[in-house]
């Protein structure tokens, strides 16, 4: 089925951060956060084993107990499959993501897209969010951000292996949907150009946001269309930098992109919008996005982002930032020119 006609809403909740991503967020506020999701209508929830070592689906287990399944739709990944065994956080080789789970649980996470190792991780994600079912399987990083100059051979090891099986799963009907839950637009390339298996959609972290959507308009984009299929956004506001953090991919952010969203967010005071509008509103203006899934930790964050969805922007706005080169040309805009 495609990955469009489940998504039941356009903003989803995206729970990398209760995870414990970047700092160790009590348990109340977790299970908070999610409630206040809930209770704003929200449905569609998106998680990962990776995310903090199985912390973050724990939690949403936990935050959408006694709720019922047909209520709502998860989305988790594979890829990884968290073990019973500690490690030191310290030493994990995380790619590009270095620190961002240190306040994780410490147990072992193994990178493992065989076949075998997706059924398991599956089993392992519905024994640790107390439900029946998921939705929609992604296969989980498999780019240069994790795996560098191997990325390929890890490509290769999922298509023979994860690819199929949730291929399998998806026509035997144990789950909905399945794709790649990816940081880079290369492997959806990939997997497009091939004949089969067929995905259903897929996640795309921080590639098509008011910061960085150039590349992806240039391939992924149209070939996605061509498809007929869509894409989630994760990441909307760039790891926080859109919206006055100091992250960008996950670090630090470089100087150059403190620049530019002084320039976005100097044109948007102009105008009175807030900087969280600009960037959801400009990720659903392309007909190949289905749905947002910005990260909260913070029960209040989602009232923001519910209302920047409503806040009206004029055109002007948008031309302005094109014209100031701040939006690409090809990108759709939410106001027609």
């Known amino acids: 089925m ?200 897929f996640l795309l972290a921080g590639r098509y946001t008011l910061l960085d959507h150039a590349r992806a308009l240039q391939r992924v984009m149209p070939m996605v269309a061509e498809h007929e299929l869509a894409i989630v956004v994760g990441g909307p506001y760039s790891s926080g930098a859109l919206v006055g953090g100091p992250n960008f991919e996950y670090a630090p952010a470089p100087a150059e992109i403190l620049n530019k969203v002084a320039r976005i967010k100097a044109v948007a005071d102009r105008y009175g919008i807030s900087m969280k509008a600009a960037g959801l509103q400009f990720a659903l203006a392309n007909p190949v996005v289905a749905a947002v899934i910005p990260g909260a930790s913070r029960p209040g964050r989602i009232a923001e982002d519910r209302a920047a969805l409503g806040e009206t922007i004029p055109a002007d706005f948008w031309r302005e930032l094109r014209s100031e080169g701040l939006v690409s040309p090809a990108a759709p805009l939410p106001t027609a020119d």
């Open 2 to 201: 495609a990955l469009k006609d489940i998504l039941p809403g356009r903003l989803g909740f995206g729970a990398a951060p209760l995870g414990n991503m970047f700092r160790d967020i009590p348990e109340q506020e977790a299970l908070a956060t999610v409630n206040a999701a809930w209770d704003d209508g929200i449905r569609y929830f998106d998680t990962a084993p990776f995310y903090g070592a199985g912390l973050a689906e724990i939690r949403m287990g936990a935050a959408l107990a006694g709720r019922p399944r047909s209520d709502y739709v998860v989305s988790t990944k594979v890829g990884r499959l968290i073990l019973d065994e500690v490690e030191d956080i310290s030493t994990r080789d995380l790619g590009e993501k270095g620190g961002v789970f240190k306040y994780g649980r410490p147990n072992r996470i193994v990178n493992d897209y065989s076949r075998d190792a997706t059924l398991r991780s599956i089993e392992d994600s519905l024994k640790r969010l107390g439900i029946s079912h998921i939705d929609i399987a992604f296969v989980h990083d498999v780019a240069q951000d994790f795996y560098g100059d191997e990325w390929l051979s890890v490509f290769e090891t999922a298509r023979k292996g994860a690819f199929r099986a949730l291929d399998r799963l998806r026509d035997e009907g144990v789950i909905k949907a399945w794709g790649l839950g990816v940081n880079r637009v290369e492997p959806i390339e990939l997997l497009l150009a091939l004949e089969a298996p067929r995905p259903d959609g």
